[in-house]
């Protein structure tokens, strides 16, 4: 699709979006769309007006109407309910649809303040190429913590219905392709743990000081050897794999009491937790028995990711997350050799 054609599709969704129509006549709009996406990213612009559409509720005291509202009109029209759920879920068995949106902790590479901060400010301010992947989606219709919230507080009964709307399509390749997202963005995390867990400083300061013996590569290992085998039942191994690097992370707090650490370090140690909470959400879509994949994980998986998403892009979200590291790293008592936070000569207030 042309810049020209995408720019025209925007320009008439958010026509639509705001126009003076009713609800009904805007909705019957969207899903008539449904019916006649020709390509993967006029299929991303269709569902991000379709969650555009539901997410006006979150400012309203019914929060969830438009759902409810939503089911109606699938009730009347089954055409369009069997259109838009096979449409999302062509979207969805997609290659690295859903992988990105996945691997969002609000964590970057980089934790220095200005360097980060202006690689944000960037972002917001210069056009990026669609890759019309779930991410993209997330990015382009929530951009605040209510909308973290209105997704969180979703009731079950919608997301019931939901998940019997894709039950009915009958489409097992989908599951398939939700375990297999989480499947790489698992590997994905690993990678990265066993990068951080193995550089020296951590090693140093834990009772692992020997790369092979780091549960931290020990973890990737043994998620490889249970998917290889096809024990899916074999989740508590893995877990326990996860609570071994959990007590290097502790242990290496406890080393910052009596030595000190810099505000690096400390970031080093948040981005582990951070990715071992995700892959531990992760590791119980993967591992569930036959090929069951439980629509509330699912959605609590959505909910993490979406919230990493845009801890990810706020400017104001990384300066917090910085005040958070000087604050913890105070919290832990910098030892003599350590960075300190205090100056007392003006040379050391220049140098912090």
Not at 211 to 222: E, Y
Not at 269 to 291: H, T
Not at 303 to 309: D, K
Not at 323 to 350: D, M, P, W
């Amino acid at each position: 699709m042309s810049l020209r054609t995408s720019l025209a599709s925007q320009v008439t969704k958010f026509k639509t979006l705001f126009s003076n129509e009713t609800p009904n006549a805007i909705a019957s709009e969207i899903l008539r769309a449904s019916t006649s996406l020709k390509d993967q990213e006029e299929a991303t612009l269709w569902l991000e007006s379709l969650l555009a559409w539901l997410k006006k509720d979150s400012a309203t005291p019914g929060r969830f109407t438009r759902f409810r509202f939503l089911f109606q009109i699938f009730d009347a029209r089954p055409e369009w309910q069997k259109s838009v759920f096979e449409q999302i879920a062509v979207l969805l068995k997609q290659k690295d649809f859903l992988l990105r949106f996945f691997l969002q902790t609000g964590y970057s590479d980089h934790h220095g303040l200005l360097q980060e901060t202006a690689r944000r400010t960037l972002a917001r301010i210069l056009p990026a190429a669609r890759e019309n992947d779930l991410y993209e989606v997330a990015r382009e219709t929530f951009h605040s913590d209510g909308d973290v919230v209105w997704l969180e507080t979703i009731p079950s009964e919608i997301i019931n219905r939901i998940t019997g709307y894709f039950q009915a399509n009958h489409d097992p390749a989908l599951a398939t392709a939700l375990r297999s997202a989480a499947r790489e963005a698992c590997f994905v995390f690993l990678a990265r743990i066993a990068d951080l867990g193995l550089t020296t400083e951590i090693r140093q300061r834990s009772q692992f000081p020997t790369p092979s013996d780091s549960p931290f590569l020990i973890a990737s290992r043994k998620l490889t050897e249970l998917l290889a085998s096809g024990q899916t039942q074999s989740e508590p191994q893995f877990l326990d794999c996860l609570s071994d690097c959990e007590k290097v992370i502790a242990a290496v707090y406890d080393d910052m009491e009596k030595n000190g650490a810099s505000v690096g370090l400390v970031y080093r140690l948040e981005v582990l937790s951070a990715a071992l909470e995700r892959v531990r959400l992760l590791s119980r879509i993967i591992f569930q028995a036959d090929g069951h994949v439980d629509p509330k994980l699912v959605h609590r998986l959505l909910v993490v990711s979406l919230a990493g998403t845009l801890d990810g892009r706020m400017i104001i979200g990384h300066i917090r997350q910085q005040t958070h590291l000087l604050s913890r790293k105070i919290a832990e008592r910098n030892g003599v050799s350590g960075e300190h936070y205090i100056a007392r000569t003006s040379q050391e207030r220049l140098s912090m």
